[in-house]
Protein backbone atom coordinates (compact mmCIF):
# COMPACT_ATOMS: atom_id res chain seq x y z
CA UNK A 1 0.00 0.00 0.00
CA UNK A 2 1.25 3.42 -1.26
CA UNK A 3 1.66 4.40 2.44
CA UNK A 4 3.08 2.18 4.20
CA UNK A 5 6.97 1.70 4.53
CA UNK A 6 8.07 -0.80 2.04
CA UNK A 7 8.73 -4.48 3.39
CA UNK A 8 12.00 -5.52 4.27
CA UNK A 9 13.20 -9.15 2.52
CA UNK A 10 13.76 -11.23 5.20
CA UNK A 11 17.40 -13.04 5.80
CA UNK A 12 18.21 -16.02 5.64
CA UNK A 13 19.71 -17.61 9.32
CA UNK A 14 23.22 -17.18 8.03
CA UNK A 15 22.61 -14.08 7.61
CA UNK A 16 21.22 -13.30 10.31
CA UNK A 17 23.66 -11.07 12.49
CA UNK A 18 25.45 -12.51 15.32
CA UNK A 19 26.82 -10.79 18.78
CA UNK A 20 30.20 -10.67 17.38
CA UNK A 21 30.27 -7.63 15.13
CA UNK A 22 32.36 -9.47 12.56
CA UNK A 23 29.45 -11.36 12.15
CA UNK A 24 31.33 -14.83 13.97
CA UNK A 25 29.57 -16.74 16.74
CA UNK A 26 32.68 -16.97 18.95
CA UNK A 27 30.65 -18.87 22.15
CA UNK A 28 27.99 -20.93 23.05
CA UNK A 29 25.38 -18.06 23.31
CA UNK A 30 22.35 -17.52 20.61
CA UNK A 31 21.85 -15.77 17.81
CA UNK A 32 20.73 -12.46 17.75
CA UNK A 33 17.14 -12.15 15.71
CA UNK A 34 16.29 -9.60 12.92
CA UNK A 35 14.29 -6.36 13.84
CA UNK A 36 11.73 -5.45 11.18
CA UNK A 37 10.87 -1.97 10.08
CA UNK A 38 7.36 -2.63 8.91
CA UNK A 39 5.82 -6.01 7.23
CA UNK A 40 1.65 -6.77 7.06
CA UNK A 41 2.29 -10.57 6.14
CA UNK A 42 -1.33 -11.39 6.92
CA UNK A 43 -1.91 -9.74 3.45
CA UNK A 44 0.38 -12.12 1.58
CA UNK A 45 -1.97 -15.27 1.66
CA UNK A 46 -4.62 -13.29 -0.37
CA UNK A 47 -2.25 -14.46 -3.73
CA UNK A 48 -2.97 -17.92 -2.56
CA UNK A 49 -6.15 -19.38 -4.41
CA UNK A 50 -6.92 -21.91 -1.12
CA UNK A 51 -6.81 -19.15 1.09
CA UNK A 52 -9.76 -18.36 -0.97
CA UNK A 53 -11.71 -21.89 -1.39
CA UNK A 54 -10.99 -22.06 -5.15
CA UNK A 55 -10.32 -24.94 -6.57
CA UNK A 56 -10.65 -28.94 -6.18
CA UNK A 57 -12.27 -29.02 -2.30
CA UNK A 58 -10.65 -32.72 -1.55
CA UNK A 59 -6.74 -31.18 -2.93
CA UNK A 60 -7.39 -28.30 -0.90
CA UNK A 61 -7.97 -30.48 2.22
CA UNK A 62 -5.02 -32.17 1.95
CA UNK A 63 -3.35 -29.05 1.76
CA UNK A 64 -4.54 -27.06 4.58
CA UNK A 65 -2.58 -27.97 7.53
CA UNK A 66 0.33 -30.46 7.80
CA UNK A 67 0.57 -31.13 11.88
CA UNK A 68 4.08 -32.93 10.81
CA UNK A 69 5.66 -29.49 9.60
CA UNK A 70 4.73 -27.57 12.47
CA UNK A 71 7.33 -26.12 14.69
CA UNK A 72 7.00 -26.02 18.31
CA UNK A 73 8.33 -22.58 20.25
CA UNK A 74 8.92 -21.21 23.48
CA UNK A 75 9.87 -17.59 24.03
CA UNK A 76 11.13 -16.40 27.24
CA UNK A 77 11.63 -12.76 28.50
CA UNK A 78 14.35 -12.36 31.26
CA UNK A 79 13.62 -16.25 32.33
CA UNK A 80 10.36 -15.99 32.36
CA UNK A 81 8.57 -18.17 30.38
CA UNK A 82 5.86 -16.05 28.21
CA UNK A 83 4.50 -18.33 25.42
CA UNK A 84 5.16 -22.22 24.92
CA UNK A 85 3.20 -24.13 21.74
CA UNK A 86 4.03 -27.80 21.44
CA UNK A 87 2.70 -29.32 18.05
CA UNK A 88 -0.31 -31.47 18.70
CA UNK A 89 -1.43 -29.62 21.89
CA UNK A 90 -4.47 -28.08 20.55
CA UNK A 91 -6.94 -29.18 18.05
CA UNK A 92 -7.82 -28.13 15.08
CA UNK A 93 -11.43 -27.42 13.64
CA UNK A 94 -13.23 -27.16 10.19
CA UNK A 95 -14.54 -23.42 10.61
CA UNK A 96 -18.41 -24.58 11.14
CA UNK A 97 -17.28 -26.70 14.07
CA UNK A 98 -14.62 -24.17 15.08
CA UNK A 99 -17.80 -21.99 15.88
CA UNK A 100 -19.25 -24.74 18.45
CA UNK A 101 -16.17 -24.13 20.61
CA UNK A 102 -15.64 -20.47 20.78
CA UNK A 103 -17.06 -18.03 23.53
CA UNK A 104 -16.83 -14.95 23.46
CA UNK A 105 -13.30 -13.59 24.27
CA UNK A 106 -11.41 -16.37 22.52
CA UNK A 107 -8.85 -15.95 20.55
CA UNK A 108 -8.89 -17.88 17.52
CA UNK A 109 -6.28 -19.34 14.93
CA UNK A 110 -6.24 -19.87 11.04
CA UNK A 111 -3.93 -22.00 9.75
CA UNK A 112 -2.68 -23.40 6.74
CA UNK A 113 -0.11 -24.85 4.71
CA UNK A 114 1.96 -22.10 3.27
CA UNK A 115 0.01 -19.13 4.85
CA UNK A 116 0.82 -16.83 8.05
CA UNK A 117 -1.70 -17.85 10.67
CA UNK A 118 -4.53 -15.45 10.69
CA UNK A 119 -5.55 -14.80 14.13
CA UNK A 120 -8.65 -12.53 15.13
CA UNK A 121 -10.87 -12.36 18.64
CA UNK A 122 -14.33 -14.04 18.41
CA UNK A 123 -16.87 -11.33 19.61
CA UNK A 124 -19.84 -13.79 19.52
CA UNK A 125 -23.12 -14.30 16.96
CA UNK A 126 -20.43 -16.22 15.16
CA UNK A 127 -18.69 -12.97 14.52
CA UNK A 128 -14.95 -12.25 14.57
CA UNK A 129 -13.03 -9.08 14.92
CA UNK A 130 -9.73 -8.95 13.07
CA UNK A 131 -6.89 -7.39 10.99
CA UNK A 132 -6.80 -8.09 7.48
CA UNK A 133 -5.87 -6.12 4.55
CA UNK A 134 -4.32 -2.93 6.94
CA UNK A 135 -7.90 -2.56 8.51
CA UNK A 136 -9.78 -4.00 11.67
CA UNK A 137 -12.98 -6.46 10.04
CA UNK A 138 -16.00 -7.19 11.78
CA UNK A 139 -16.80 -10.19 10.09
CA UNK A 140 -18.44 -13.84 10.58
CA UNK A 141 -16.11 -16.30 11.49
CA UNK A 142 -16.50 -18.37 8.79
CA UNK A 143 -16.02 -15.52 5.94
CA UNK A 144 -12.85 -14.60 8.02
CA UNK A 145 -11.34 -18.10 7.96
CA UNK A 146 -11.18 -18.16 4.54
CA UNK A 147 -11.55 -22.04 4.19
CA UNK A 148 -8.75 -22.70 6.46
CA UNK A 149 -8.96 -24.62 9.46
CA UNK A 150 -8.37 -22.98 12.99
CA UNK A 151 -8.18 -23.29 16.73
CA UNK A 152 -8.78 -21.54 19.98
CA UNK A 153 -5.14 -20.27 21.00
CA UNK A 154 -5.88 -18.44 24.46
CA UNK A 155 -3.45 -19.91 26.24
CA UNK A 156 0.17 -20.31 24.58
CA UNK A 157 0.77 -16.37 25.30
CA UNK A 158 1.13 -16.74 29.20
CA UNK A 159 0.34 -13.31 30.10
CA UNK A 160 -2.94 -12.33 32.17
CA UNK A 161 -6.01 -12.51 30.74
CA UNK A 162 -8.46 -9.22 30.62
CA UNK A 163 -12.22 -10.58 31.30
CA UNK A 164 -13.99 -11.77 28.09
CA UNK A 165 -16.43 -8.44 27.78
CA UNK A 166 -12.99 -6.10 28.07
CA UNK A 167 -11.46 -8.50 25.11
CA UNK A 168 -14.33 -7.68 23.33
CA UNK A 169 -14.56 -4.22 23.75
CA UNK A 170 -11.09 -3.75 23.31
CA UNK A 171 -11.87 -5.60 19.40
CA UNK A 172 -15.13 -3.82 19.04
CA UNK A 173 -13.64 -0.33 19.88
CA UNK A 174 -11.01 -0.77 16.69
CA UNK A 175 -13.11 -1.80 14.20
CA UNK A 176 -12.80 0.51 11.65
CA UNK A 177 -9.25 1.60 12.25
CA UNK A 178 -6.92 1.10 9.08
CA UNK A 179 -3.63 2.49 7.45
CA UNK A 180 -1.41 4.83 9.48
CA UNK A 181 -4.02 4.51 12.02
CA UNK A 182 -2.99 1.29 13.13
CA UNK A 183 -1.03 0.29 16.03
CA UNK A 184 -0.50 -3.53 15.19
CA UNK A 185 1.67 -5.07 12.62
CA UNK A 186 -0.24 -8.37 11.84
CA UNK A 187 -3.37 -10.24 13.15
CA UNK A 188 -1.40 -11.88 15.77
CA UNK A 189 -0.13 -8.51 17.44
CA UNK A 190 -3.79 -7.08 17.20
CA UNK A 191 -5.69 -9.94 18.50
CA UNK A 192 -3.09 -10.16 21.63
CA UNK A 193 -3.35 -7.14 22.46
CA UNK A 194 -6.77 -7.46 22.77
CA UNK A 195 -6.81 -9.83 25.03
CA UNK A 196 -4.00 -9.07 26.50
CA UNK A 197 -3.57 -5.43 27.01
CA UNK A 198 -0.34 -5.14 26.78
CA UNK A 199 1.49 -2.78 25.15
CA UNK A 200 4.67 -5.01 23.57
CA UNK A 201 2.22 -6.23 21.32
CA UNK A 202 1.73 -2.76 19.46
CA UNK A 203 3.99 -0.83 17.20
CA UNK A 204 6.87 0.60 19.02
CA UNK A 205 5.61 -0.55 22.23
CA UNK A 206 9.28 -1.86 23.27
CA UNK A 207 12.45 0.17 23.00
CA UNK A 208 14.35 -1.29 21.17
CA UNK A 209 18.51 -1.31 22.58
CA UNK A 210 20.73 -2.49 24.68
CA UNK A 211 20.75 -6.21 25.41
CA UNK A 212 17.80 -8.62 23.73
CA UNK A 213 15.92 -9.69 25.91
CA UNK A 214 13.56 -12.24 24.94
CA UNK A 215 14.94 -15.92 23.60
CA UNK A 216 13.15 -17.55 21.10
CA UNK A 217 13.57 -21.15 21.34
CA UNK A 218 12.50 -23.25 18.00
CA UNK A 219 12.38 -26.82 18.80
CA UNK A 220 13.88 -29.04 16.19
CA UNK A 221 13.40 -32.39 17.28
CA UNK A 222 13.59 -34.26 20.76
CA UNK A 223 17.22 -33.28 21.75
CA UNK A 224 17.84 -30.77 19.61
CA UNK A 225 16.99 -26.90 19.59
CA UNK A 226 17.82 -23.44 18.03
CA UNK A 227 18.18 -20.01 20.08
CA UNK A 228 17.37 -16.48 18.85
CA UNK A 229 17.59 -13.43 20.88
CA UNK A 230 15.29 -10.43 20.15
CA UNK A 231 15.03 -6.81 21.44
CA UNK A 232 11.11 -6.61 21.29
CA UNK A 233 8.29 -9.10 21.47
CA UNK A 234 6.99 -7.70 17.89
CA UNK A 235 9.71 -8.26 16.62
CA UNK A 236 10.05 -12.07 17.86
CA UNK A 237 6.73 -12.45 16.38
CA UNK A 238 7.25 -11.30 13.36
CA UNK A 239 10.34 -14.04 13.13
CA UNK A 240 7.47 -16.77 14.74
CA UNK A 241 5.13 -16.03 12.03
CA UNK A 242 8.00 -16.42 8.83
CA UNK A 243 8.94 -19.87 9.94
CA UNK A 244 5.05 -20.70 10.68
CA UNK A 245 4.69 -19.40 7.04
CA UNK A 246 7.70 -21.57 5.31
CA UNK A 247 7.40 -24.58 7.40
CA UNK A 248 9.83 -27.23 9.59
CA UNK A 249 11.01 -28.68 6.32
CA UNK A 250 11.71 -24.84 5.35
CA UNK A 251 13.25 -23.93 8.43
CA UNK A 252 15.31 -26.78 9.15
CA UNK A 253 16.83 -26.21 5.19
CA UNK A 254 17.94 -23.05 6.64
CA UNK A 255 19.66 -24.23 9.43
CA UNK A 256 21.16 -27.05 7.85
CA UNK A 257 24.58 -25.62 8.24
CA UNK A 258 24.35 -24.90 11.84
CA UNK A 259 23.39 -28.44 13.14
CA UNK A 260 26.21 -30.14 11.46
CA UNK A 261 28.36 -32.39 14.45
CA UNK A 262 31.36 -30.09 14.25
CA UNK A 263 28.68 -27.04 15.37
CA UNK A 264 26.42 -28.93 17.38
CA UNK A 265 27.01 -27.29 20.58
CA UNK A 266 27.33 -24.00 19.35
CA UNK A 267 23.53 -23.66 18.69
CA UNK A 268 21.49 -27.39 19.79
CA UNK A 269 20.60 -27.53 23.32
CA UNK A 270 18.08 -29.72 25.33
CA UNK A 271 14.81 -28.55 25.43
CA UNK A 272 13.82 -27.36 29.07
CA UNK A 273 10.93 -28.83 31.32
CA UNK A 274 7.91 -26.50 30.64
CA UNK A 275 7.87 -22.90 31.65
CA UNK A 276 11.78 -23.67 32.62
CA UNK A 277 13.95 -20.40 31.84
CA UNK A 278 16.77 -21.53 29.63
CA UNK A 279 19.87 -22.73 30.46
CA UNK A 280 22.69 -19.91 31.19
CA UNK A 281 24.76 -18.78 27.70
Known sequence: MGNQVEKITHLSYEEVPTADPNGLDTDDGPRIGVSYIFSNDDDDDLDNPNAKGEGDPEEEEGQQYEKCNELEYAVFYRGECVY??????????????????????????????????????????????????????????TDASQ????????????????????????????????????SWRNSECFAAWCRFGRREFKV????????????????????????????????????????????????????????NPEEEGTCCMSRPKPHAPPPPN
Open 204 to 259: GGEIRIGKQPYMFRIQLSEKKSHTLEFQSLEDLIMEKRRNDQIGKSAVLLELASHL
Open 147 to 182: GRRGRIVNDVYKFKTLNPEAVVQNAMEQVGTKDRDL
Open 84 to 141: DRRAGDVRIYSPENLLNKCKAGDLVEFVAKSQYPHWAVYVGDFQVVHLHQAEIKNDFL
